[in-house]
Structure formats: C-alpha cells, structure tokens
C-alpha cells in the first residue's frame, strides 16, 4: 500500500512519542499522529511523507482511548500552550519517564539506569507564575468561529498557534495562570482597542502594541504586568497602567519595556516604571527572590521547590563540601543548597542574571556563595582544584563538547545533572559515561498538560576512571 500526503487511514495508536504525537505502525511505516494517544482508534490524514516516516492529523475519533479526558479548555487542541489536556494527568506522567528512559537507553547508550516515577506538579492548572500574549493585527480563528460574521478579524491578544509566529489567537482564558490573570488579560484587551493606538503587526512590524506580560507570585499573591511596546508613549501606557492599578489592588508592579526590534521576543532594549516597584518577590522554601519584568524564575513555583529538593538530595551535602554550580543563572539552586554546603560558586555567561544571584544572596542573607561572570569553557579553566559536587544545569541545548572535557578534567566526586531536555541530558550522559555511573534519574513535572519534562540525574565518578 503506498501511503502519500493527503491520504486519509484508519489508524490505532499504539504508543506516544517525544514531543507528544501519537505512535501508529502501517505496512511497516511509523506514523507520528498530532492529537492522538495510545489506545485511540482514528481516521488521519497524511499531512508529511518522509522516506523514513510519515505524519497525521486526527481528522474522525472513531474510537477513544480510555486515557482520554475531556480538556477543560476552548482552545486546547489548537493552541500551544498545553497539548496534552485531553489525556489524563497521571498517563501524562508516565509517558514523560518513559521518554526520558527512552532517551537514555537510545541516545545516551547507557543500559539498566534506575529511572523514578515522575514527581508529579503540585497544581495541575493555574501553575504558571509568568505569562507572555502576543498582540497582533490579525486574528486567527477557531474552527466553529469561522462561519460567524460578527467576529472582528484584526485584532487578538493571546497566544499562538504551535509552530506558527503570526497565527495569534484572541485568548479569552488560559487555565495555567490564576483566574484573577484572566481578568487582568481582559481588561488590557477592553484597554488596548479603546485606545486608538494600533496594536502591531506580526508580518508588517508596524503598530504599537506588542505584548503583555503577566508575573504572579505565589508567595504574596502580587502581580506583576509588563506591557511591552515597540516605541515610547508615556502617556498611552500610564493610562492603562493607572487604570489596572486602581481596578486591582493586588498589582504591585506596573512596567514598560520598549523595543524596536523584529524579533518577537518579549524583552525591551529598556525599561519605564510606571507605578509600584520594579520587582515583585516570590519564595521557593523558605528563600525569597527578586523577580523583574526580564529576569529568569521557574515559572512553576511550587514544581520548583520539588525539583530543588531532589538537587539537594542527590549532591547528599554535610557541609564540608566545595560545590560548583554551572549556567548558575540568578542563583536558585545555590542558594536553596547553601546551607548544606561549605562553599557554593556559580557560574554564569549573563551579566544580568549574576546581578540577580548575588542580590538573591543578599536578600537572604546568605554569605558563602560567590558568581563568576563569563563563558563557562574560559571560567572552569581557571579553578585551581575539583569541587567536591558539580551541579549542571544546562540550557535546552545541553553542554557545550569543550565543557564536558573540562568536567572530565576536573573529575568531581559527584555530578548532579539537571535537564529540561530528555534527549540532550542522554547526549551529555553520554559523554560523561566512561567516567561516571549514572545512579538514578528523577524526573520531575513542572509543565502539566505538556510534554515538556524536567530530569535530575546523579552521578558518582568511577573508581580508578580514566581523565581524559
């Protein structure tokens, strides 16, 4: 049977994929399927033909998994926020660890790596403490949107379409942030087309209005909004700043972050306070953090105190030890650890993030943790001796070759690896493996209803392992 785009085939999903399509075997074929999940029966159309595989849509549900739910949310299906609200929370967290198995055993090569139940999210709806819309001159519509007439196409305010920048859809809701942020979300909209002002466009970059930018902190229950636009006009943005403060009292922070760049990147080239504080604070345990419009925190505070605790209980600290924390950012893993170490150094290529780790320390209090700015390959060359515990984190992209040469040098007693992407912490398990033994794996989930999964991996430096 030769299976070509467009074609239409009944379907039985046999398992899920990384990145959260739907598994299905045809004549030998592997067929990836967008909005599937194990058990389902289905009619899909072929929408890419590769050599190797093939790609689908569920065009008819003929039969449901019984893992599937009904998704609380309008939008799901469509937008990019969350994929997986149709299937079940705890398939969701099961699917997650065995991706990450599966990433270790394929990609890094390493067998028999005992690999935990996923740390499910304490909350598995309004756990975002940061949200980003996009404004937009176009709006694209919902299926059972586009026969109503009534509907003005030239305006949106939400979120995008997966895979897409300029498809933006007016998001009325998301259950990731707190109800009161739908709210807020709404009266910015009623704001922003009363205004006049045009809001800009994804493909002509001209307009005013870019996005908005909410931050919550769990902690005190505050708010932060950040309205990001693409030229001054102090006087437009302190009107809707004025009237959110005075409509919400919860809103401590009021910013304007300005930016006339294409990109379409919610930070500013610089920033206007328009009414409260510069910051909101937030805690993860007991220590308290200083957030502004543009600076890095998880964005599930209450995931990030169970994933912290894991770091802390795979370094195993009892004070006497000298631990190097790398890509350290603003300094949440130091701190959370610091009492439990001698010494803690992070390391750390952004100057803005080192700024904010050394304030953190301040904030709380905290004496015996120091941040080296500058290229990680450059600064690990200027340790004088091993740390006892090396604890990575890395970006989505993984360690850098020259980076993992240095931490083969370097020889550590103790890795802790921290991975927000299953395939490349295998990758750099990988290359750490002739040195090290993998113990365990601990993922945990900070994103419900994705497929996006955090890993925390310890590693203990083999006895008599060779330096390369």
Known sequence: MKIKKGQMLELDISGIAFGGKGIAKINGLTVFVEKAVPMDHVVARIVKRKKQYAEARVDTLIKPSPFRVSPKCVYSGFCGGCKWQFLQYDKQLEYKQQHVVESIERIGQILGVPVHPTIPSPEIFEYRNKMEFSCSDRRWLLPDEMDKSDIDKSFALGLHVPGTFYKVMDTRVCFLQPELGNRILDDVRKTIRASGVPVYGLRSHIGFWRFIMLRHSKAYNQWMVNIITAKEDRKTVQSLADQLVKAYPQIVSVVNNITSRKA??????????????????????????????????????RGAQRLYETIKEYADLSARETVVDLYCGTGAIAIFISGAAKTVIGIEIVESAVNDAMNNCRINGISNCRFILGDIKEKLTELTAAPDVMIIDPPRAGMHKDVVHKILELAPARIVYVSCNPATMARDLGMLKESYRVLEVQPVDMFPHTHHIESVARLELRKMAKVI
Request: proline share 3%; charged share 20%; hydrophobic share 35%.
């Open 264 to 301: 379409g990147v919610a930070v500013g080239e610089y920033e206007i306070l328009l009414s409260g504080h510069p910051c909101i604070r937030d805690k993860i345990g007991k220590f308290e953090f200083e957030i502004s419009a543009n600076s890095f925190f998880q964005t599930n505070t």
